[in-house]
T-cell receptor, first 114, second 114 residues
Framework: DAMVIQNPRYQVTQFGKPVTLSCSQT?????MYWYQQKSSQAPKLLFH???????NEADTPDNFQSRRPNTSFCFLDIRSPGLGDAAMYLC?????????????FGSGTRLTVV | AQSVAQPEDQVNVAEGNPLTVKCTYS??????LFWYVQYPNRGLQFLLK??????LVKGSYGFEAEFNKSQTSFHLKKPSALVSDSALYFC????????????FGKGTRLHILP
């Protein structure tokens, strides 16, 4: 089945140690999104790629970076994780922007910072 | 600017009873509306969407939602609740014919009591 896959499901990292979360999709969707979700709150959009075009949200900290080497893969890099970065990180895709398609989400990566 | 409101943090319903999870929205133009469900430690799962046409939309797992333009609402409903429906539910909106991202509500936790 076509889907969005996030690895790993659970990630523990040390305070200040760089960490990378990965997302892959078999849907051939043009748009990929990274969300941060804390404590059963609404997901907060960090950034998205429309093809290779990177779009950063205004309030996304510089500590968060992203890479999309090809259509299928997108990575979230946290350069120096702090305790406040512990959260569920969700990857989502959509065919295009501004249309009636919803997003397809991966199962998420729960990040713990120790 | 787009926004979506879920006025209830939590809804408790006895198993077998009908359930309603409320959602109101605000957009400048016409909306695309979505409901997603999230189970513990999982990503968001698409339930249903309103694009155009019939105001009553049927989705997965017996859920349905009614689009009411005059009240700018899109309440989620199910005639007979199951314990397995207990989860976190998110309403979301995107304005038609714009490149804007989907905006999520803060979520409503649904508890179905056996």
């Amino acid at each position: 089945d076509a889907m969005v896959i996030q690895n790993p499901r659970y990630q523990v990292t040390q305070f200040g140690k760089p960490v990378t979360l990965s997302c892959s999709q078999t849907l051939n969707h043009n748009v990929m999104y990274w969300y941060q979700q804390k404590s059963s709150q609404a997901p907060k959009l960090l950034f998205h790629y429309y093809d290779k075009d990177f779009n950063n949200e205004a309030d996304t900290p510089d500590n968060f970076q992203s890479r999309r080497p090809n259509t299928s893969f997108c990575f979230l890099d946290i350069r120096s994780p702090g305790l406040g970065d512990a959260a569920m990180y969700l990857c989502a895709t959509s065919r295009a922007r501004g249309q009636g398609d919803g997003y397809t989400f991966g199962s998420g990566t729960r990040l713990t910072v120790v | 600017a787009q926004s979506v409101a879920q006025p209830e943090d939590q809804v408790n319903v006895a198993e077998g009873n009908p359930l309603t999870v409320k959602c109101t929205y605000s957009v400048s133009g016409n909306p695309y509306l979505f409901w997603y469900v999230q189970y513990p430690n999982r990503g968001l799962q698409f339930l249903l969407k309103y694009i155009t046409g019939d105001n009553l939309v049927k989705g997965s797992y017996g859920f349905e939602a009614e689009f009411n333009k005059s009240q700018t609402s899109f309440h989620l409903k199910k005639p007979s609740a199951l314990v397995s429906d207990s989860a976190l539910y998110f309403c979301a909106v995107r304005e038609m014919n714009r490149d804007d991202k989907i905006i999520f509500g803060k979520g409503t936790r649904l508890h179905i009591l056996p």
